[in-house]
């Protein structure tokens, strides 16, 4: 325990955490959720998901503060006099994860340059071809990993070594009409990756792009019991009504068994503290006691040499857990429910948008939240099937996503947000033209509504 206490000293940051101020927060549950509600806020302040719960005593603000470090604060690569942060890389995307989640919203896909932004991040994998080495290997991954470039493409790589690829988009241009003569334009991307630095893909890769998502209420989600997400599960849609929602069951390396996916774009991370995990060692190449080992392949000869750090874990267990109760314990924004939400709501609900993004749930501390999620997997048709299985999530599946948060992002990124999971749609009435499959009905129903119905709804959306 010394050992590790001693790890916190950096240059940086002034506070320290005592033993006893750990067990403190230890003993008082690390992932706690403020039971008197003092986390919603429906203030459009730009750093409302920068700011902690009320409340917290000075052991558990202590820890928020330190996760919030080394959430915010740059990664550097090893060898280097700043041992409390060095290990980044070989390769890697950003080198803080503030850089994917500006003012922990939604990343972006553009830049100020008007380039690919490193929230949006290429995955490569490759089909499974039932072997006995691909079948062992999903028993426990989500995927097989393309054999030279892994299962991320890195677009940066400490010095010395180099990148694997860059992000190359190109957009088509689809017309689409309304039933009123109404005609909207919808922008289908084409993948690809240029300057490839370790030679060609394999022939079978599947590749798809993700961009990061909004962080808003994550610890009220992880605070949903998984009793009542399971509830919303009609796999063989008896009901039916043409949803047929179904859980993803996941392999989590902290539990070593398999259990509800709940986070990440396919629902292929089990918890907060899975997630962070995961988003450390594959955009910044910072090693955990969940992922001990680099991303480097065995034909990346340069990144398997590069230089290592002096301890042998990047990010150790006390980092980690400040870094997921940091994630647990900020604000969360949540819409005001007037008289235009709730007349916004009512075409939502008619139309059948609520089936899946679930307007209403209560936490198992008691408190009552809107996430606009079921947290489970739905299909929604070959025009947004990227072909990549994770898990129980099939090419054609995807976690519904939360909506709540969005209607920050125009006040962190002074741009409104580009929607689904890589970025495609530039506004709500694309994403919504976009949903097929088991919302094929439910996308209908929308462009059969009377315009001035589908304006309210849109700025329905542009306020959850």
Known sequence: MLQTLKKLNFNSLTTIISIKSLAVILTAGLFGVNCEAKELSYSKDKSLLLKPLKGMSDEQYDMFILGRSFFTIPWVEAPSAT?????????????????????????????????????????????????????????????????????????????????????????????????????????????????????????????????????????????????????????????????????????????????????????????????????????????????PNDT??????????????????????????????????????????????????????SIGCAKCHIDSFTTKSGIQISPFTDMLLHDMGEALADGRSEFKANAKEWRTAPLWGLALHKKINKKEPRLLHDGRARDFQEAILWHGGEAKKIKENYMNLKKEEREKLLKFLKEV
């Open 83 to 291: 041992t409390a942060r060095d290990g980044l890389g070989p390769l890697f995307n950003a080198n803080t994860c503030a850089s994917c989640h500006p003012g922990n919203g939604r990343g972006n896909l553009y830049n100020s340059k008007g380039q690919f932004s490193r929230s949006l991040i290429p995955k490569v994998s490759i089909k499974n071809n039932g072997s006995k080495e691909h079948q062992e290997t999903l028993r426990t991954n989500a995927l097989i990993q393309e054999p030279t470039y892994g299962g991320q493409i890195s677009i940066n790589a400490n010095h010395g070594i180099k990148f694997e690829a860059k992000a190359d988009i190109r957009f088509e241009e689809i017309k689409v009409e309304f039933p009123d003569g109404e005609i909207d334009t919808l922008l289908k991307p084409i993948y690809a990756l240029k300057d490839l630095q370790y030679g060609e893909l394999h022939k079978d890769t599947i590749m798809t792009f993700r961009i990061a998502p909004s962080l808003n209420g994550l610890g009220l989600i992880e605070d949903i019991s998984n009793e009542d997400i399971l509830k919303n599960a009609d796999e063989f849609d008896k009901n039916k009504d043409g949803i047929s929602g179904r859980a993803n069951y996941v392999y989590s390396p902290i539990t070593k068994k398999m259990e509800l996916g709940k986070y990440s774009w396919k629902a292929s991370t089990t918890s907060i503290k899975h997630q962070v995990a995961d988003a450390a060692i594959n955009d910044m190449g910072l090693t955990t006691s969940i992922f």
């Open 296 to 349: 480097c392949t065995d034909k990346q000869v340069e990144c398997k040499k590069a230089p290592k750090p002096r301890d042998p874990i990047d990010i150790t267990d006390l980092r980690l857990e400040a870094m997921t109760f940091y994630i647990n314990n900020k604000k969360t924004y949540s819409a005001k429910k007037d008289k235009n939400y709730k007349e916004g709501l009512k075409i939502f609900k």
